[in-house]
């Protein structure tokens, strides 16, 4: 805690130095200088470096001790100070600290990408393309991850992504993590993290690996933050803010925003029935609306020099309302007209979350030397009510109320073992009980009263609780490191369907190894392999065997059977600087068993339209035997002066399933799919900044349905204004209104094709204002000669 004993009149002097990176000389702006008194080790004041690496700093005349520290640096000082005039320190280097095991190596500079042994980290500051955007625009432009135009997110072409928050669940993700997802504010963001081979500290959950979102939280003196305000076309206005205020051993940070925005879309749906030659087509057009507020209070308390306490409370609540018309029409086998009609869903629905964390780090004399406690609990809810006209006559209501209830336990213990080496040991508990209430009631002609489906109305009561206990071991020796890790997980699950009467219970328990290796072949050539076992739960809505429709005509319903999937993934990664380009890539294999896969069949049961009956088509997800999955991907990337550079990301992948529905259908298939991002930014006349991002989808299929390819461009530009205190930013997504899924499936009853648009073209306008914060600038490495290194991700 700071002093405030010293007297008013007791002379000042000044304290001032220049801090660069040792090798490269680099100025390291926002190194961190921290003063104590040599005697009770309190802390006085501090500071932080400007761009150039310099900081002057006023002290009382004194004894002291002085640390200059920077994030994976070696950390230097001067234990025994006598300060009795203007002091300057003069050039101080700092030193890369590569006795840390999680970071291996450092490819370019820290505010765009790290590459670490089980994980590459990207900042995302300096990405203009999604500015005013949200948590899920900015997941779209990380290399290996796409999101398709329904908002699912996948890793390297697959879509059983573990999203944290922080390194933990979050009730920011809340019960629907797609929709979520859409409604953070991505100025909330510092940075994510891209896990493809996961060491045992994390989670068995996600074959494809783990993001991890971090959100900014400043440590630095006094009070300092940064606000931005958007509005957009169509409609769309948001505003969002992150403040810290430390002051002594305390430090308060906050982050809030609030958005609104309308998000029209459409669909259109074209199938052919083998059996009649009939046709239907419906056609839906969605105008949706989507208010949310979240916000993120924690403090922060430095107990002693060793010890600190954290604590923070977040509070989500959102408002959607989603205005759904579905115009079905029906033809014969000469495409006459037999039937129609309009079906108009206006949804409500509102979310509310709210989470409570704990957490608890004490640091030991020996640096890495750490034990740390979480504890979290948190509660969601989210309820739906529609009111369902069909031809202008009222047919329907639905109502859908669910409730979760989440808590975390965590414990873990990292023990250095000598200069080089670390154990680690923990405990991990989740523990989620969610129900969800669906009720659907129809309108009965001939009362006028609206009567319960027991038959679509379902109750489902439904508990995960997870218990792990895990152990990893690292170490470095010379050129080599490796980290090897065991997880002992155990999931206990109950399915109790009270409508129904059916109950059931899973209990299985598995072991998941991870081995994590590295080899510098050089100052800038590093070799990496990876292998983690991990596994798929299904979802509770994955099991709910009640069906719920988005049409008269097209349900889903869950399967209570559905068994967890487990896989094995090897990861080779090689990494390497020539001149002014960066290499990053990776080669793939993962074999899976029991994968998830979604089948679309004929229920034999029929609706009427308008006198006709219409057949029913489900959509259901089960297990299949076995898939292996092959890839490969590299991120080159291309700075030919401090005005421009580009980036490209290329992603291969080939899978091969095999298995059979329950009606002895062979649904084995082999598909080969790509995507591809190229980001280019360039400096135009009065520094106004523009940066253009393009992805391409390849086309893909499966054994019921062919995928055609997907392309999308970004344009955005950005000006500072206000001596850099502030920005303006104006960002165009899906340039040409290109961003459309289409696809075709053919099954043994029924020939359909499809096409969906979630979002149209939009525009944004963001202003961000900085207080008391510098503007992150770029730093760049340089090689031998002089060049300038970075690495775009």
């Avoid at 100025?187 to 896990?195: N, R």
């Avoid at 930013?729 to 340039?735: E, G, I, Y």
């Amino acid at each position: 805690m700071f002093s405030f004993t010293f007297a008013f009149a007791q002379k000042e002097v000044k304290i001032e130095g220049t801090v660069l990176e040792e090798g490269s000389n680099i100025p390291l702006e926002y190194a961190t200088v921290v003063i104590k008194t040599k005697n009770d080790d309190k802390i006085i004041t501090g500071g932080i470096t400007d761009t150039e690496g310099k900081f002057k700093i006023n002290v009382p005349v004194g004894n002291y001790e002085i640390y200059v520290e920077y994030i994976s640096y070696k950390t230097k000082s001067y234990p025994d100070q006598n300060i009795s005039k203007n002091t300057d320190l003069g050039v101080i280097k700092l030193a890369m600290d590569v006795a840390s095991l999680d970071e291996v190596m450092v490819v370019a500079e820290r505010t765009t990408v790290e590459i670490r042994l089980d994980k590459k980290i990207y900042s995302v500051g300096k990405d203009l393309t999604v500015r005013g955007g949200t948590v899920s625009d900015v997941l779209d432009n990380v290399p290996s991850v796409a999101v398709d135009v329904e908002g699912n997110v996948s890793l390297r072409g697959q879509d059983n992504v573990r999203i944290l928050i922080n390194g933990k669940p979050s009730g920011l993700v809340g019960l629907n993590s797609t929709e979520a997802l859409r409604q953070l504010p991505a100025e909330s963001i510092e940075k994510v993290e891209v896990i493809t081979s996961p060491s045992a500290r994390y989670d068995s959950e996600g074959t494809a690996g783990i993001l991890n979102i971090i959100l900014k939280r400043s440590k630095i003196q006094g009070f300092n933050g940064a606000i931005t305000t958007n509005v957009g076309y169509d409609p769309s206005a948001g505003v969002s803010g992150n403040i810290n205020y430390r002051t002594g051993d305390v430090n308060i940070f906050n982050t809030t925003g609030y958005s609104y925005r309308e998000v029209p879309g459409n669909s259109y749906t074209n199938t052919t029935y083998k059996s009649t030659g009939n046709i239907t087509e419906e056609t839906r057009e969605f105008d949706r609306v989507r208010k949310g507020l979240n916000t993120n209070l924690g403090v922060e308390w430095y107990i002693n020099d060793s010890a600190s306490l954290t604590t923070s409370i977040l509070y989500r609540d959102s408002d959607n309302e989603s205005n759904t018309t579905n115009e079905f029409l029906q033809f014969d086998s000469n495409y006459n007209l037999i039937g129609e009609n309009l079906r108009f869903d206006p949804e409500v629905q509102t979310d509310k979350t709210i989470q409570y964390s704990t957490n608890f780090t004490k640091n030991f004399d020996k640096s890495g030397h750490k034990l740390t406690f979480d504890f979290q609990y948190e509660i969601s809810t989210e309820d739906k009510n529609s009111l369902v006209t069909v031809d202008g006559l009222t047919s329907e209501m639905v109502e859908t109320l669910e409730d979760q209830s989440k808590i975390l336990l965590q414990g873990d213990y990292v023990l250095p073992l000598g200069e080089n080496a670390q154990f680690e040991l923990g405990y991990r508990g989740n523990f989620n009980n969610q129900s969800t209430d669906y009720t659907v009631e129809i309108l009965d002609e001939d009362t006028n009263d609206f009567i319960v489906d027991t038959d679509l109305s379902n109750l489902l009561n439904y508990k995960e609780y997870i218990n792990a206990v895990y152990s990893q071991y690292g170490s470095k020796h010379g050129k080599f490191s490796y980290l090897l890790g065991l997880r002992l997980e155990n999931t206990q699950v109950t399915i109790d369907q009270p409508t129904s009467g059916d109950f059931k219970k899973k209990n299985y328990t598995g072991l998941f190894p991870t081995v994590n290796l590295n080899y510098e072949l050089s100052e800038d050539e590093s070799l990496t392999l990876g292998y983690s076992r991990r596994l798929r739960r299904a979802r509770s809505w994955f099991i709910n065997p009640f069906p719920s429709r988005s049409s008269v005509t097209s349900i889903f319903q869950g399967n209570p059977d559905l068994d967890p999937s487990y896989s094995g993934t090897f990861d080779l990664g090689y990494i390497t600087r020539f001149g002014k380009f960066n290499f990053n890539s990776s080669a793939y294999y993962q074999h899976a068993t029991d994968v998830f896969n979604f089948v679309s069949f004929d229920t034999g049961e029929t609706v009427e339209v308008n006198g006709e009956d219409v057949p029913v088509i489900q959509r259901t997800p089960i297990n299949l035997s076995s898939e292996d999955r092959y890839g490969f991907e590299f991120t080159l990337s291309y700075r030919a002066s401090n005005k421009f550079n580009t980036s490209a990301n290329f992603n291969v992948f080939k899978s091969k399933s095999e298995g059979v529905d329950p009606n002895g259908v062979d649904l084995g298939s082999e598909n080969t799919s790509w995507f591809a991002r190229l980001n280019t930014k360039y400096t135009l006349p009065g520094n106004i900044e523009w940066q253009t991002s393009m992805f391409y989808r390849g086309p893909s299929e499966d054994a019921q349905n062919k995928r055609e390819g997907v392309f999308s461009t970004n344009l955005a530009f950005s000006k500072d204004v206000f001596n850099e205190k502030a920005s303006i930013a104006f960002t165009v997504s899906d340039l040409f209104n290109s961003r459309k899924r289409t696809m075709e499936t053919n099954t043994a009853t029924f020939f359909s094709t499809s096409e969906f648009q979630w979002r149209k073209r939009s525009f944004n306008l963001s202003f961000t204002y900085r207080f008391n914060q510098q503007k992150k600038r770029e730093r760049s490495r340089q090689n031998g000669n002089g060049e300038e290194m970075e690495f775009e991700g």
